[in-house]
């Protein structure tokens, strides 16, 4: 979507109009209403941090615990990790080099 927005404040510098743009580039009248607004408030057009939980846990310490317990079903590891959020149901048995 970055290089959308590089696209569009370039036209947008161009002299383009908003219809244009929306015709040429495939987008949305609201996207290139909000990088228009970016551009006259001088706001970076990169992507803005996103908020959400960092991941806590790494899927090599997944595989760790699956090449400790084999056999282990996948929710039964998730129940018995001490981890608050487990990824298991995100990682596959061969992602982390199960059977």
Do not use: Y
């Not at 590089?6 to 909000?34: D, M, P």
């Amino acid at each position: 979507m970055e290089t959308k927005r590089v696209e569009i404040a370039t036209l947008v510098r161009a002299g383009h109009t908003t219809s244009n743009i929306i015709k040429e580039l495939n987008v949305s009248k609201a996207t290139v209403c909000r990088v228009r607004k970016r551009l006259a408030d001088g706001d970076d057009l990169k992507n803005k941090p996103r908020s959400g939980r960092p991941v806590k846990i790494r899927p090599n310490q997944v595989k760790t615990a699956f090449e400790a317990m084999p056999t282990m079903k996948m929710s039964e590891l998730a129940r018995r990790s001490p981890w608050t959020h487990p990824p298991c149901p995100r990682l596959s048995k061969q992602q982390v080099g199960g059977h």
